[in-house]
C-alpha cells in the first residue's frame, strides 16, 4: 500500500467515505456551462448555454471597436410583465444561480474566444428580482481569481425596484453601473406598460436614482424603448426631459423591436430622428441602440425563445 494511501486510512477517511458520497452528490453542483447553441448576425453573438436541469439561457456577445460586450441573463423568463417585452411574456420560470450567471461570461469568452471587457445584465429576467445571485455573480466577476472585470465595466439593468436599487447602492467592493428602463414620460403611460410602475412610481424611482452613488465620471442609463404612438408625441419629449433634467443621466433611445403579432409598432426612421431632435434641444445626450442581431433575435426585448422553456 502507498504511503499516502495509508495516512488517509490512519485519519479513518475511509470508514466517512458513505457519507462523504452523499454529500457530494447533494452538496457539490458542478458547472454545466454546455454551449448549446449558436447564431451569428452582423458580428452579433447570440449563444444558449444548458443548465443543469434541462432549460436553456440565451445571451448575446456584442462586438465593439476592440474588446466586446457580453449580455447576459439573470432569469430564465421573467415576472414583471413588461407589455412590449418578449421576455416578460414567458413569465418566471427561474432564477438563475450565480455560477450560471458567471457561466455566461464564461462561455463567452472561453468557448466563443470573444474579448470581453464590459458585461451588462440586460439579457433575459430582472437582476434586482434576484439579487443575492446576481451580487455573488457580480463578486465572481470582478475578481482576480475569477474574471477579473472592473467594476466600471459591468451595468445592471432593471425595470426600477426601488429596493433592489437602494441594496444596490451599498454593495461592498464600490458601486456599479445602473440602467433603468424608464421607457415612458408619465405615470399613466408607463403603468400601462409596466405593470411594475403601479406599485414603484416614477416620482419614486427619481429618489432612488438620485440617491444611488454612481461610479466617477459615469451617469445614470436610462433606457427609453420608442413605440409609435405610445410614448413619442412631442409632449412626452417634453414630460420625459423635465422628469430627466435633475439627474446625471445618459439617455440610450431604442426603437421598439416589434415581435410576431405584437400589438405595438416602431416609429419611422423620421419619427425616431424627430423625438430624438426634440430631447437633444432640451439638452440631454442621446444614444441610439442599434437594432443589431434582430434577424437571430439577439436585439433587446427579443431574448426568450421556444428553446428557453424545453429542448
Ligand atoms: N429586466 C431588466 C433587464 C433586461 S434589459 C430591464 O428591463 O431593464 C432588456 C431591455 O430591453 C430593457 O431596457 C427593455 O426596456 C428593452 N426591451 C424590452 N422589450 C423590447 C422591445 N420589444 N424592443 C426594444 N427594446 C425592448
Ligand atoms: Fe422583464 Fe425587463 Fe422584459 Fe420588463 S423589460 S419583462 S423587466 S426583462
Known sequence: MKQGTLALDQCGAFDRLPALKRQLETEL???SGRLVKKEIDDGVIKFVTG???DLTVESVVIPMYRRHTVCVSSQVGCRMGCRFCRTGK???IRNLTASEIVEQVFVARHLLGANIRNVVFMGMGEPLDNLDHVIQAVRVLGDQRGLD?????ITISTVGLIDGIDRLARIDGGPLNLAVSLNAPTDTIRSRLMPINRTHPMAALKDALQ?????KKSSIFVEYVLIRGVNDQPAHARALSRYLSPLRVKLNLIPYNPAPGSEFAPPSNEEFQYFRSLLEDENIFVRKRHRKGERIMAACGQLGG??????
Open 51 to 53: 443548465l443543469a436541469d
Open 149 to 153: 472585470i472592473a467594476r466600471r465595466y
Open 211 to 215: 440617491r444611488y452613488p454612481l461610479p
Open 306 to 311: 421556444r428553446s428557453t422553456a424545453s429542448r
Open 29 to 31: 453542483v458542478l458547472a
Open 90 to 92: 414567458i413569465g418566471l
